[in-house]
């Protein structure tokens, strides 16, 4: 029998688990999609382990079958990135795309029991697996070398941005969670509203030195007086309880503050790694914080617990922040001709703030000076779907003078 070769090819929308989609190619190849028809939670580390898995099943299988004289072998390929999806009925179902061949093509450079990733697939996943830099392969169908990385194995315990050992862990950006000395704090349904609204609008407010009479007049608008000052003296009690750690929230002279000491949130350490994006000039310095970014900005402040008016503010502000920080990240790339991996910066940045044209405007040059004139055609198609449908506008002169030059 010949070469069983497998595709992973993980595509589609970046968002959170398993759901398989198998398409035949050939007698001996084998796509699986993640991420698409069901949208699922990590796509690219859920296709990296299930590679493995079959990698260790395949060798279990292949004690039998080599006794009986069959020589077979497996090589993955996986890659990510978006991709052009055909019927929506299984029967039609079909995938193309750039990331589609990439796929394909690792998986047939791949030797006998590999599993090699694509420079996207990298970033979303060395901190849980073990991998191998192969430095750029050369790959049938691409204008030029493509960064490509052997999996390993499994990391024994996943790596943190925030090693550092912190009473409590505020995160805010993509998901609202406390952790309790490194244990999720539970916040169940019997937990009051307010308290957890009185943190979170402290956090939006600077979580230093913040009035209590603006907190008060945002959460309590109808309330006067003395009527007001009670509940806020009664939600602050109840969320000094809730997390349960003295000295954590801090009134002094009608102002409150979150003790610096004692509490991790991650928007302190987005301010402060901002800081040092602004001053990275150098190759090294500029791909770590473009990694440390990425993996810290998971998502928009509190996008999915309030829109208040004060929430949508902050939620503006750190947003603007992201993208000037991709921007600068993404230009220091350019200037470096690193074009794989400004083009990975600019399309994660792009899966978090689709309505950013001038990070549109980026990829499409990138591709462009990468010799894949077709993906920033592809780029230019998605932004001017967005900024139509979502708000009722065309592609600035800028892209559409890019676009030309494609």
Excluded at 213 to 230: F, K, N
Excluded at 261 to 272: A, I, L, M, Y
């Amino acid at each position: 029998m010949g070469l069983l070769r497998t595709y992973h090819g993980e595509m589609g929308k970046m968002i959170d688990a398993y759901q398989g989609t198998l398409e035949q190619f050939s007698p001996d190849a084998m796509m699986v999609i993640f991420n698409d028809p069901v949208i699922v939670k990590d796509p690219a580390i859920r296709a990296v382990r299930r590679a493995l898995d079959m990698q260790q099943r395949f060798a279990i299988l292949m004690t039998a079958w080599q006794k009986r004289g069959h020589d077979i072998a497996l090589s993955i390929g996986i890659a990510h990135g978006y991709a052009t999806i055909g019927y929506e009925t299984r029967i039609g179902y079909g995938v193309i795309d750039r990331v589609t061949n990439l796929a394909a093509r690792l998986c047939s450079v791949a030797q006998r029991g590999q599993i090699l990733a694509s420079l996207p697939v990298f970033e979303l996943v060395e901190g849980v697996v073990e991998l191998e830099d192969l430095g750029q392969v050369d790959l049938k169908g691409f204008a030029r070398p493509v960064v490509a990385y052997r999996v390993l194995r499994a990391k024994s315990a996943p790596l943190k941005l925030d090693a550092p050992s912190w009473p409590l862990k505020i995160y805010t950006l993509g998901q609202f969670a406390l952790l309790h000395d490194g244990k999720p704090l539970a916040l169940s349904r019997k937990v009051q509203k307010r308290p957890l609204d009185l943190l979170k609008l402290l956090i939006a407010s600077g979580a230093h030195g913040v009035e209590t009479s603006a907190l008060i007049e945002l959460l309590w608008p109808d309330a006067e007086g003395d009527a007001a000052q009670a509940s806020f003296d009664s939600t602050l009690y109840r969320l000094r309880k809730l997390i349960g750690i003295d000295g954590m929230v801090i009134l002094s002279e009608g102002k409150l503050s979150l003790d610096s000491g004692k509490c991790w949130p991650d928007v302190w350490q987005f301010e402060r790694l901002l800081d040092s994006v602004d001053q990275a000039t150098e190759s090294a310095a500029v791909e770590r914080f473009s990694k440390d970014l990425l993996r810290l900005y998971t998502g928009h402040f509190l996008e999915k617990e309030s829109q208040e008016s004060w929430a949508i503010s902050a939620r503006d502000k750190i947003k603007a922040k992201f993208v000037r920080a991709v921007a600068h990240l993404g230009s220091q790339l350019e200037q470096g001709q690193q074009w794989p991996q400004a083009i990975t910066l600019y399309s994660r940045a792009l899966e978090l703030d689709n309505l950013a044209e001038g990070l549109y405007r980026r990829l499409m040059i990138c591709f462009r000076e990468n010799g894949e004139p077709a993906e920033g055609l592809n780029v230019y198609r998605r932004c001017r779907d967005m900024l139509s449908i979502v708000l009722s506008m065309k592609p600035s002169p800028e892209t559409e003078a890019i676009r030309s030059s494609l």
